[in-house]
Structures are given as C-alpha cells and as structure tokens.
C-alpha cells in the first residue's frame, strides 16, 4: 500500500495560497494605480509672485473644466492661507491671488473636474522684496521713538515694516499703520504677549532674516534695536553676512544711554580708551564674520556681556550704524576726567553750533509730536496705535481739577512709595485728582498688591505700557511727581514739576537729563541721627522725610519736615526754627 505524504501535501497547499494572494495583491496594485494615475495626476498650474507684494498668484489657465480649486500656502509646518474657489465666476477668470508673506512659502493646489478626476501639484517658492524693516525692540522709549518715525511724512513704513515689542501692550496690534505687520514667524500669542522672552524674539527674528537673506542676495535690510541690545547687531547683520546690505539704528534707552557712556569713558584719556576699544571690536567683528555667529560665551575678543559699552565706538566705526538719542545734550554728558576733547571729537560739540561725532543723531520727540498734531488722521491713528484715549482723566475734568501724575519705577521696586505719595497730597491737596504711572515693564495689572495699594491710597492707575513722553504730548498742561526719570525731560514748564522724590536737592541737580531743576520740592529720607537736621526729629518711632525747596520758590520757610507715620508736616525757617505745622 503506497504511504501518503501529509507534509509535501500541506506545503503544496501553502504555496498555492501564496502564490494566488501575491497574484491579487498585484492585481490590487496595479488597479490603484490605474485609479491613482486618472484621478489625481499633476495639475498644470504656474506660480509667482504679485510684484514686491506679500501675495502669490496661482494660474490655473491651461485646466478646464474645473469645479473646484483649492489653495493652501505654508511656511514650514504653519498654514499661511488656505483658499477653496467654487464660485463659477471667480473660477472662470482661471487664477486667483492669495495671502502668503516674505519667506520660503510651499504651495499645495488641488485641482477637482467636474468628472470626479484630482489634479494636484506642490510647488515651493520665495518671497522677497528690495528693501525690509526690521524692529524687534525691547524697552519704553526706543518704541516710542521708533514709533514716532512711522508717522513722519516720509516714515519708515514707506518700505514693508516687521515689529515685534517686548512690552507687547504698548501697542493695538489690530490697529497697525499701512505696511506695517508683526513678525510672520512669530505666533499671535507670542507677539501680543506682554514681557515676551527676548532670546525667543531675537532668535526667531534672526532666523527670520537669515530667511530672507537667502530668497533675495540683494535685499536690503534696516534693522531697529535698543542700545541695551548693542550685542543683535552682530547676531543679526554681521553673523548673517549682509553687513553689506544692511543698516542698523540704535534707539538711546534714556538714562541707561549717559550712564553707559559717561561710565566708561570718564577716565583721564578718554581718546585712548576709545581708540583701544576700536581696535578690540575690529577684531570681534572679524571673529564673528569668520565663524558665522556670535555669542555671550568665551572665545571673542569681546563677549556679549562686555559689549554695552562698545556701542558708541561701533557707531563710529560702521558706516551703516546710527545711534539715536531724543535729547541729546553736552550737560549729560559727565566726563569730567578727560584731558582729551572726547566729547567734543566723538560726542557732541557746542562750542559754535551743535554737531555730533561719526554715527550720532538726535531726534526730538516734542519736535516729533508736534508736527503729527497738524494732521489729525495721523493724530488719530497714532492714538489708535497706542492705545491712547481721551478719557484718560476723565476723573479730573469732570470734577473741573488739576491732573497730578505720580511716576513710579518698577511695581515691585517703588521706596516709600505710600510715604511720598501722602506727601504729594498734603503739599497739593484737593485741588488736584492724582494718578499713578508705573515702569512699562512692570504693569499694574500683573502686580495684585500694587494695584491694592494703588486703590488703598485712592490713586487711578494709568497703562503703564504708554509712555509717559506721549501722555505729556496730548496733555501738557498735567502736573507731575515721582522718582527720578528722564521722561522728567519732557516737562513744558517749571509749573508743572512738582515733587522730585526719593532725591536729596543736591542728588536731583546732578543727575542729567531730568530738567531737576525746574521742580518745586525735593524730598529725601531722613534719620535720627542725621547730623544736621536729627535734632528736629521728635518721636524714634516715627518716619521722617526732608522737603528741600527750590530756591525761586516764593514761599516763606527755607526747609520741611514731614512725620509719615502722623502724616504731619513742619515748616522750618533758616535758622531751624518751627514756623507752623
């Protein structure tokens, strides 16, 4: 009897399976790709850029009969636009233009045909211009000024203007003037977020240039900083390599700016000084260029945390840098060491008419502001921008007072805060509806407890994020006091100074760029053991303050003295002797 093989059987089997499986998986295969290759082959669709503009035109002329088209633009993994056209008219005229901005953009076009077929086709493409602003700005007046410069008859924004604030409140960002746009490849949450993360702003702002850089070889680039960030400019334009192409402006940061420069170059020869730290920066510039990049790290002649100081010389040595200061003055300038005409060489020289040194420009915000106040559609969109309103102090029209503005520092840095302000209000009383303006960087609402105090002491807080140089523009006629501040500058007259605090007299008239010398008082801390005026203190438990007068104050005491704790204040002659209290 013949043995049956099951094992030869059962692998018969299995390769029959195989063999009629692989067969219908070919067959599948070549049916998708029949199906594939009639309904969605490439679509015969051309694109390019409209102009300069931030649009692509996407032509669509050589398909027809078409019953739908899609559109859909990215730059990178974010959806720029996407546009469904289905109207027969608007496909009728057989292209159509659609959102993009400057950048590497990838266009994806779905085309459908009234028989069912897809047509699709992805095509990358670059979008330049000749010409870019670019303004990642951090700090209060450097926007303030940068601002200013859009509104001027031939402002800034007469070429496309990218901007992203640090204090991202300082502006509406759904009202923004013609031709002026946030940074693309920042997120909307990213650019409106108050107090952003400024390495986050300056990295994608450079990426965002290195971008462009790349489309375009001959574009040109004018970039927009704050003299706190000297270090941007060889991230953004020197270790870009477009040094050639580009400018960069400076924005002075106010009194950051004399402070900087009178720190450094207050030595016996400031010339020399200066001349060597030329030479250290040519060399930096040149390490930059030749490793691509630049950093706070070892390994440049100077690092990024030594550069501050330096900006005044880069100003000087590039051809294409500026810096900008709003009140430029010799006073504020303290170099009192030097034996070498520094500031007159490299500065600013007043001794026949006022010139500056290589790179230096003042511009004047009052000056500014008063030639946008001739046109009110400018006057309109600025305060639009700004956020500004009318009704401000509404509180004090309304009651027929005066305006006090109290200008406070940073919320959570404010010395005897309470004290002075109590002060101010004894000194000025009912006459005057007094409100609080805080540090930009520092606004109320992220501070509970400062906005408590605020409503404890029955002050009206006022945005912060506003500078305080535009609040005088569009009011001039409000009093002010607070701690010392260069937007003190601004001051029309000497009636509308009013306190100077936390500053002995003395301090307050050395400091530069304040217009100190205009205010009526100035008040300082006072202590037991004060040689001169301890004996006047009565009570240990107590707080005391100094009010020193202005000499062209007509009033008939030479000195006060106020008792926070009682809120008491006494009015001394000459000779130290009480005259009322």
Not at 136 to 145: C, D, I, M, N, T
Not at 203 to 210: E, H, L, M
Not at 245 to 274: H, L, M, P, W
Not at 475 to 487: A, E, Q, V
């Amino acid at each position: 009897m013949k043995l049956i093989n099951y094992n030869k059987i059962q692998n018969e089997k299995l390769i029959s399976q195989i063999i009629l499986i692989t067969i219908l998986l070919f067959i599948c295969f070549i049916t998708i790709f029949i199906f594939s290759a009639c309904k969605h082959t490439d679509a015969n669709v051309e694109i390019s850029q409209v102009n300069e503009e931030q649009k692509i035109l996407v032509d669509f002329s050589k398909e027809n009969d078409i019953k739908q088209v899609q559109i859909i633009v990215k730059h990178g993994n974010e959806e720029v636009s996407n546009t469904v056209i289905t109207d027969t008219d608007e496909l009728a005229k057989k292209s159509c233009e659609v959102y993009a901005y400057y950048g590497k953009q990838k266009v994806y076009v779905a085309i459908e045909k009234e028989n069912g077929d897809m047509f699709e086709k992805s095509i990358e493409i670059g979008l330049s211009a000749n010409e870019y602003n670019i303004a990642p700005l951090s700090g209060s007046l450097p926007v303030l000024l940068f601002t200013l410069s859009l509104f001027k008859d031939d402002g800034l924004n007469n070429k496309p203007t990218f901007v992203w604030l640090d204090r991202a409140g300082a502006w509406n960002w759904d009202k923004l003037p013609n031709n002026v746009y946030p940074i693309p490849t920042a997120t909307k949450s990213e650019y409106t977020t108050p107090n952003v993360n400024r390495d986050l702003m300056y990295s994608k702002t450079n990426a965002y240039i290195r971008e462009l850089a790349s489309i375009n070889e001959k574009s040109k680039f004018n970039l927009y900083l704050n003299d706190y960030d000297t270090d941007q400019f060889l991230h953004m334009i020197v270790a870009s390599g477009i040094l050639n192409r580009s400018t960069c402006t400076y924005f002075s940061d106010g009194a950051f700016s004399y402070s900087e420069i009178n720190n450094t170059f207050n030595v016996e020869n400031a010339t020399q000084k200066f001349q060597e730290m030329a030479e250290k920066y040519n060399k930096t510039k040149s390490q930059v260029i030749n490793k691509g990049y630049y950093s706070w790290d070892s390994g440049f002649e100077v690092n990024g945390n030594e550069l501050r100081p330096y900006l005044l010389v880069i100003a000087h040595e590039e051809e294409n840098v500026n810096y900008v200061f709003p009140r430029l003055r010799s006073e504020h300038i303290l170099i009192d060491k030097d034996t070498t005409n520094f500031v007159k060489n490299y500065i600013i020289d007043t001794t026949n008419s006022k010139t500056y040194g290589k790179g230096i420009e003042e511009r004047d915000i009052n000056g500014m502001l008063k030639l946008i106040q001739t046109n009110n559609e400018k006057v309109t969109e600025l305060k639009n921008l700004y956020k500004f309103n009318d009704d401000m102090f509404s509180e004090a029209y309304e009651n027929d007072k005066k305006v006090m503005m109290l200008l406070g520092t940073y919320a959570f840095s404010e010395p005897d805060f309470a004290d002075y302000t109590n002060l101010t209000k004894l000194l000025y009383g009912d006459d005057f509806v007094y409100y609080y303006k805080g540090h930009p960087n520092t606004p109320t609402d992220m501070y509970p407890e400062k906005a408590q105090e605020l409503n404890d002491l029955e002050l009206y807080d006022i945005e912060s994020t506003i500078n305080a140089e535009l609040i005088l523009f569009y009011f001039p006629n409000i009093y002010m006091s607070g701690y010392s501040s260069s937007t003190f500058n601004s001051l029309q007259n000497e009636e509308m100074a009013c306190v100077f605090w936390n500053s002995t007299k003395e301090n307050a008239l050395n400091i530069s760029g304040q217009n100190a010398e205009m205010f009526d008082y100035y008040v300082s801390k006072l202590s037991l053991d004060d040689e001169n005026y301890g004996s006047l203190l009565q009570q240990s438990d107590c707080k005391y303050y100094l009010i020193e007068i202005n000499d062209l104050l007509d009033v008939n005491y030479s000195f006060a003295i106020y008792n926070a704790t009682l809120n008491v204040l006494n009015y001394y002659d000459s000779n130290k002797q009480l005259i009322s209290n």
